[in-house]
């Protein structure tokens, strides 16, 4: 998940400066709060501060980004919209994310991995149909599934463009790689075998990773326990699990290959410190006994009003392991 955000005074301290987008596109900038968590946190991964939505921005979906939260001005609702979008390239359009990547790589100097990201290509195709952030996407599911050829064009043009991008992203020094389906519990099993995991599959097929050591691959998304299956089958090395699915449940979905990465309720952070070591252990446990390999972390991001020093202790309980 994200690390950093607006529960870190530092964070805020920088943030207060800039917006959101110019803080996304400024590198130092970006280079500065997404080293936070490593040193405030003692996290074992520095993850890329950007926003997923960017992507659709550079394809000529203008984006704006505010206290409204995301909007498309200018959706896309027509096969002429989909036609005016471009494959961008990643370094001319995006260039600012990968000198952000580049930076942060040299800062950690081998302290710990790097972790790049992208959207899914459901995701940033709903977004960009809906013009903002929906409960239920009525909009992009209607114009998606009344409309084959138009699905096949929008989703090929923006899964095309996410390749590039986490291929840039590669080449830039990012050690890992996560991919957003934030909103792929709106579409049922059926629906999100059309429209959401062979898209991912095809951007998993298409990285150019590192042949001896390949570079891991993360699939997340919100509301997924009955797309674990699916996901699993995509290409990913992990699976991200959120709260809502027990581990063992989620170990007998995606099977024994692929690792899984969660699933911590965010709220937990505002417990008491005994009952939060206490959930922490039972994940831990719940994992071993999964097996397969598994990456602790939160089910979802960490809220806006986490308290810092719970954040804190949660790595702490992690790097003690079961007890």
């Known amino acids: 998940?994200?690390?950093?955000?607006?529960?870190?005074?530092?964070?805020?301290?920088?943030?207060?400066?800039?917006?959101?987008?110019?803080?996304?596109?400024?590198?130092?900038?970006?280079?500065?709060?997404?080293?936070?968590?490593?040193?405030?946190?003692?996290?074992?991964?520095?993850?890329?501060?950007?926003?997923?939505?960017?992507?659709?921005?550079?394809?000529?979906?203008?984006?704006?980004?505010?206290?409204?939260?995301?909007?498309f001005p200018t959706p896309v609702r027509t096969?002429?919209?989909?036609?005016a979008l471009i494959v961008p390239d990643p370094e001319e359009k995006l260039g600012y994310v990968m000198e952000a990547v580049r930076k942060i790589k040299r800062s950690l100097d081998g302290k710990v991995p790097l972790i790049g990201f992208s959207g899914?290509?459901?995701?940033?195709?709903?977004?960009m149909i809906e013009g903002k952030t929906s409960r239920s996407f009525e909009k992009a599911k209607a114009l998606l599934l009344s409309d084959e050829k138009?699905?096949?064009?929008?989703?090929?043009?923006?899964?095309?463009?996410?390749i590039l991008y986490l291929n840039a992203q590669l080449a830039a020094g990012a050690q890992a790689l996560q991919i957003f389906d934030?909103?792929?519990g709106a579409l049922s099993p059926e629906d999100y075998a059309k429209l959401g995991a062979p898209w991912i599959?095809?951007?998993?097929?298409?990285?150019?990773?590192?042949?001896?050591?390949?570079?891991?691959?993360?699939?997340?998304?919100?509301?997924?326990?009955?797309?674990?299956?699916?996901?699993?089958?995509?290409?990913?090395?992990?699976?991200?699990?959120d709260w809502r699915v027990p581990l063992s449940v989620a170990r007998t979905r995606v099977g024994p290959k692929v690792a899984l990465q969660g699933n911590l309720d965010p709220t937990s952070l505002f417990l008491p410190h005994d009952i939060l070591a206490a959930r922490v252990q039972h994940v831990l446990r719940e994992a071993k006994a999964a097996g397969g390999g598994h990456i602790?972390?939160?089910?979802?991001?960490?809220?806006?009003?986490?308290?810092?020093?719970?954040?804190?202790?949660?790595?702490?309980?992690?790097?003690?392991?079961?007890t």
Not at 150 to 162: G, H, N, R, V, Y
Not at 211 to 219: G, K, M
Not at 296 to 322: D, M, Y
């Open 120 to 127: 899914a290509p459901w995701t940033l195709a709903a977004y």
């Open 182 to 184: 934030s909103w792929a």
């Open 201 to 241: 599959e095809r951007v998993i097929a298409g990285l150019k990773r590192d042949p001896v050591n390949p570079q891991p691959v993360i699939v997340f998304g919100v509301e997924t326990g009955e797309l674990l299956a699916p996901l699993s089958r995509t290409g990913a090395d992990v699976v991200g699990v």
């Open 1 to 71: 998940m994200r690390q950093a955000g607006r529960y870190l005074p530092e964070y805020r301290a920088v943030r207060a400066n800039y917006s959101f987008l110019e803080l996304c596109r400024t590198p130092d900038a970006a280079c500065e709060v997404t080293l936070q968590p490593v040193e405030i946190l003692g996290v074992d991964a520095a993850i890329l501060f950007s926003d997923i939505l960017l992507i659709c921005d550079s394809m000529g979906c203008p984006l704006v980004l505010d206290d409204g939260g995301p909007q």
């Open 150 to 162: 138009l699905a096949e064009a929008l989703l090929s043009k923006i899964t095309d463009s996410i």
């Open 79 to 83: 096969r002429a919209d989909v036609d």
């Open 296 to 322: 602790f972390n939160l089910g979802h991001g960490i809220t806006p009003a986490a308290p810092v020093e719970a954040a804190r202790a949660l790595v702490e309980f992690v790097h003690r392991g079961l």
